[in-house]
């Protein structure tokens, strides 16, 4: 028997946002207990678009905070859940930066939003 609640909680601004999470986690079987109580790693986002006649373009920025828990014992990584099941798998993450571009082409007289 295993128990999960996640608590997300994001905050929008206009260029992007912040969204940081707290996960409580139970895992009853024989063999395998499990439990673990904490904040996952916070992701602070930023995103603009450059809208011109014939072309959009997106520029992202992704920035992962290690506020999670950077090791878990052995009894807190019985308490995770299958990835495949739910996406809150990982702690600890570290400092990650993901930048991005997407470009979009109008074609004809198409107005793309």
Known sequence: MSSLIILDMPIKIAIGGLNFNYVSSKNTTPGHEGKINTFTDTLLYFSTRNNKDKY??????????????????????????????????????????????????????????
């Not at 099941?85 to 109008?106: D, K, S, Y």
């Open 56 to 113: 959009i373009v997106d520029y992202n920025l992704g920035i992962n905070i290690p506020t999670g828990k950077a090791k878990l014992s052995s009894y807190e990584r019985n308490a995770r859940m299958d990835e495949d099941l739910v996406r809150f798998a990982e702690f600890g993450e570290g400092w990650n930066f993901t930048p991005g571009i997407a470009v979009t082409r109008r074609i004809g007289g198409t107005k793309i939003c």
